[in-house]
């Protein structure tokens, strides 16, 4: 049985030969099914380095993120003080001016 096997496989690269590529650097006894693994490999191998470098694109903004969120916390704070401190300056001129307006009505009407 074993004899069949090893005649079967050295039929089958014979009859292969001629499918062998470049890139293939197996050192397997059947040409064809390295060649067919290379070929269906290779788009594979591609698209975990596509992967890879979508990874290491979305750590990076990560990172990047990281540093710049104190900042961005800092500036809001900001921003929230100076309008609050606004706010508080419109609401006592709103109330200066309903004063002067009851003030007036209560002229216009004693």
Same mark, same amino acid.
Do not use: E, Y
């Given at each position: %049985?074993? +004899?069949? +096997?090893?005649?079967? %496989?050295?039929?089958? %690269?014979? +009859?292969? +030969?001629? %499918?062998? &590529?470049?890139?293939? &650097?197996?050192t397997c006894t059947c040409t064809c099914t390295c060649t067919c693994r290379v070929h269906v490999l290779a788009p594979r191998l591609q698209a975990c380095r596509e992967k890879r470098l979508e990874l290491s694109c979305f750590e990076m903004l990560q990172q990047q993120e990281a540093l710049a969120r104190p900042q961005r916390l800092a500036q809001m704070g900001t921003l929230v003080s100076e309008q609050s401190v606004r706010e508080a300056e419109l609401q006592a001129s709103y109330a200066e001016l309903l004063r002067k307006r009851d003030s007036l009505l209560e002229q216009l009407h004693p």
């Open positions: %049985m074993h +004899m069949h +096997m090893r005649m079967r %496989m050295h039929m089958h %690269m014979r +009859m292969h +030969m001629h %499918m062998r &590529t470049p890139t293939c &650097t197996c």
